[in-house]
């Protein structure tokens, strides 16, 4: 790796960690990066996913004055872990193209459900008004399918929680960010397990790219604290749009 694959990858790593802190998405940085300095796509995917994890660890730490009391996430983390479990998995032993086909949809999905979040909450009743295990039971689904998802590919998991979750729990959005931010970090931390054992990871990327990451992630994580929640809603809408297309694009092309 020469001074200029570097420096690409450590200026991709500080936005990814910023931009996943604040919306998800930040994977759409460094994956293309780390294809322009010459990996293929299974190795910069692996390598992707170890070099953006430490970001989320520092947007929990950013974030943590958000998060809510222990027994619910308590709850949410061993659904999140299997679900990365299950998807790191499938990264490894099935072909690809069919989920590529499949993701896009998926990103552009979460981002209508938090873009129209007030008039589907009227349809399927607030979260406010719904039956304990009901709505433990939405956000079990919620976690365990981003979690899938996130173990398998990553990019845009953040807007998937986000959707979700704003649609299943009574909380503030920065609540749900920083909620966004655990379960992240955690998916992440598991695939880190899955893919320093088995996947073919180029650690020189992520030698550059996590400390990068470390640094935007809790930058972000901070600046998500003071934006008004109708200007937070609007950048994961515009930055999910974004992903989705560009994903679907990449797809088809």
């Keep these: 790796m020469d001074l200029s694959n570097a420096a690409l990858l450590l200026a991709a790593g500080l936005a990814a ?3 996943n802190a604040v919306a998800g ?9 780390l294809l322009a300095v010459g990996l293929p796509p299974v190795p910069a995917n692996v390598t992707n996913s ?7 660890a520092a947007a929990v730490v950013g974030s943590r004055m958000d998060l809510p009391r222990r027994r619910l996430l308590a ?4 659904t999140a872990v299997a679900g990365a479990l299950v998807g790191a998995g499938l990264l490894l032993v099935t072909p690809a193209r069919a989920f590529e086909l499949v993701v ?3 990103v552009l999905g979460a981002t209508a459900v938090l873009a129209f979040q007030d008039p ?8 406010r008004d719904l039956l304990p295990r009901r709505r433990a039971g939405t956000v079990q689904v919620v976690v365990a399918l981003a979690a899938v998802y996130g173990g398998y590919f990553g990019a845009a998991v953040g807007v998937m929680l986000v959707a979700g979750l704003a649609l299943a729990l009574d909380a503030t959005l920065a609540r749900v960010s920083a909620i966004k931010n655990l379960l992240s970090a955690v998916i992440g931390l598991t695939t880190v397990v899955v893919f320093a054992i088995a996947g073919p990871v180029n650690w020189a990327g992520v030698a550059v790219i996590a400390p990068a990451t470390l640094v ?13 929640p109708v200007v937070l809603k609007t950048v994961i809408v515009v930055f999910g749009t974004t992903i989705g297309l ?6 088809l092309s």
Excluded: D, E, K
């Design 216 to 228: 935007g992630g809790y930058a972000g994580a901070r600046l998500v604290r003071r934006l008004p």
């Design 75 to 78: 709850a949410m983390l061993p």
């Design 104 to 106: 896009p949809f998926l």
């Design 25 to 33: 998405g930040g994977s759409l940085i460094t994956f293309p990066a």
């Design 17 to 19: 960690g910023t931009v």
């Design 50 to 56: 170890l070099s953006v994890a430490p970001g989320y």
């Design 246 to 251: 560009y994903l679907l694009w990449r797809a």
């Design 120 to 127: 589907l909450r009227r349809l399927v009743g607030n979260p």
